[in-house]
Nanobody, 121 residues
Framework: QVQLVESGEGLVQAGGSLRLSCAASGLTFSFSNYIMRWYRQAPGRERELVAA????????DYVDSVKGRFTITRDKTKKTSALQMNSLKLEDTGVYYC????????????WGKGTLVTVSS
């Protein structure tokens, strides 16, 4: 059974930092073959892709609103992905979801249950 478990939920003041982690288990095929993504969903808004890290070589991409503030990484040995969030803004508030999708077999698409990030003024 595939599981993606996020951690790092928290309440932080604007300008602060938070680090989210996602631990993957039970994936079919190597973790290295999966694109790892972080999405977020703010209250009353659609889920949006925030950051992604594609397979070898690891290359990261970000939505414009977080470029220069967020960093996505992966640890292939530990089968984890992390999202380091710095200079947080009120608009970064939302539920953050970890997603793993196989780079060529797109039906292999898995989601975590989400973790809440709240940025206060």
């Amino acid at each position: 059974q595939v599981q993606l478990v996020e951690s790092g939920e928290g309440l932080v003041q604007a300008g602060g930092s938070l680090r989210l982690s996602c631990a993957a288990s039970g994936l079919t095929f190597s973790f290295s073959n999966y694109i790892m993504r972080w999405y977020r969903q703010a209250p009353g808004r659609e889920r949006e892709l925030v950051a992604a890290i594609i397979t070898t070589p690891d290359t990261a991409d970000y939505v414009d609103s977080v470029k220069g503030r967020f960093t996505i990484t992966r640890d292939k040995t530990k089968k984890t992905s992390a999202l380091q969030m710095n200079s947080l803004k009120l608009e970064d508030t939302g539920v953050y979801y970890c997603n793993a999708v196989h780079s060529t077999i797109r039906d292999l698409d898995f989601w975590g249950k989400g973790t809440l990030v709240t940025v206060s003024s």
